[in-house]
């Protein structure tokens, strides 16, 4: 996997490994590898509550990103039988 962050410079993440990101970073990340890509997202809740009309998801030029298409997001695909560390020999 290879992330990006706001001036497209990269970092590659080998299998296993993290990367942390610090909250309000602009980042996005891309699947280099030959095999699936599993990310896992963690988050903590923030202590105040955003501004009615104020965005919370924004770009490096400060529009708005918004659920949808131009989000990419996907569905899951389920593959029962199918393990995250089915590779590294942790049945």
């Given at each position: 996997m290879s992330i990006y962050d706001e001036n497209g410079s990269k970092i590659v993440?080998?299998?296993y490994q993290g990367v942390v990101l610090p909250a309000g970073a602009y980042y996005r990340y891309h699947?280099?590898?030959?095999g699936?890509?599993?990310l896992l997202r963690v988050s903590t809740p923030v202590r105040h509550k955003t501004p009615a009309g104020t965005p919370i998801r924004i770009r490096p030029d400060g529009r708005e990103i918004l659920a949808g298409p131009e989000n990419l997001n996907l569905p899951p695909i389920e593959m029962p039988g199918k393990f995250f560390a089915e590779s590294a020999g942790l049945d």
């Open positions: 993440v080998k299998p699947a280099t590898g030959k699936n890509l599993v």
